[in-house]
């Protein structure tokens, strides 16, 4: 069965820094990824995905992330980061095709807070 | 689109009760899912559904928890009895067919057992 891992559980900054958060995933097939975000007190919204093509994905408010084959990792990213973003950061990765293919698999979060 | 609704959106109950909660998903989506939030263990599958059967209920502990889906627009997901490490967020989701579709999840419900 796959796995996700976000290296950190708490991550806290000041505004106008930069963001990235890790992401790694133990699976040895073809997979899809996504990172979703959530808002205090809110539900799971998708930031962005990866299908296949261009390793690198441009999501909603500026966020990016890179997938990179070889180092299993889904790294998300933003140049920038505001008040707003202060929320929780999911990664998630689901095989592509074959049994479980519709599950996906989440890691634990990061919870990220900006610091006005 | 409404999106994916449940209710009640916070329950609160007493240890050996009978919690249900409710999905509606996205009108279409063939796949809905049945996730508990915690501190401790993050996101967790408890079930999930494709065309009203289930495919999956590994996640779910069966001596107390059931999971329905009647027809295509509706799903319950039913603790009895209800204790206090149940208490937690529960989000359904659901999705259109391919895999490589990402899940839209509801508002959850916060469940506490006193």
């Known amino acids: 069965a796959q796995s996700v891992s976000q290296h950190n559980h708490h991550v806290i900054l000041s505004e106008a820094a930069s963001l990235e958060l890790g992401c790694n995933y133990s699976?040895?097939?073809?997979?899809?990824l996504f990172w979703y975000v959530q808002y205090p007190g809110q539900h799971l919204q998708l930031l962005l995905k990866y299908f296949s093509g261009d390793p690198l994905v441009k999501g909603i408010k500026g966020f990016e992330a890179e997938f990179i084959k070889s180092k299993f990792s889904f790294n998300l990213r933003k140049p920038s980061v505001q008040w707003s973003d202060t929320a929780e950061y999911f990664c998630?990765?689901?095989?592509?095709?074959?049994?479980?293919?519709?599950?996906?698999?989440f890691g634990k979060g990061t919870k990220l807070s900006v610091i006005p | 689109d409404a999106g994916v609704i449940q209710s009640p959106r916070h329950e609160v109950t007493e240890m050996g009760q009978e919690v249900t909660l409710r999905c509606k998903p996205i009108s279409g989506h063939d796949y809905l899912f049945w996730y508990r939030q915690t501190m401790m263990q993050g996101l967790e599958l408890l079930v999930y559904?494709?065309?009203?059967?289930?495919?999956?209920d590994s996640g779910m502990p069966k001596d107390r928890f059931s999971a329905k889906m009647p027809n295509a627009s509706f799903s319950t997901l039913k603790i009895q009895p209800s204790e206090p490490r149940d208490s937690a967020v529960y989000f359904c989701a659901s999705r259109p067919g391919p895999a490589a579709a990402e899940q839209y999840f509801g508002p959850g419900t916060r469940l506490t057992v006193t």
């Open positions: 559904f494709n065309n009203k059967a289930v495919m999956d």
């Open positions: 998630a990765v689901n095989r592509s095709s074959g049994a479980g293919s519709y599950q996906l698999t």
């Open positions: 699976y040895g097939g073809t997979v899809n």
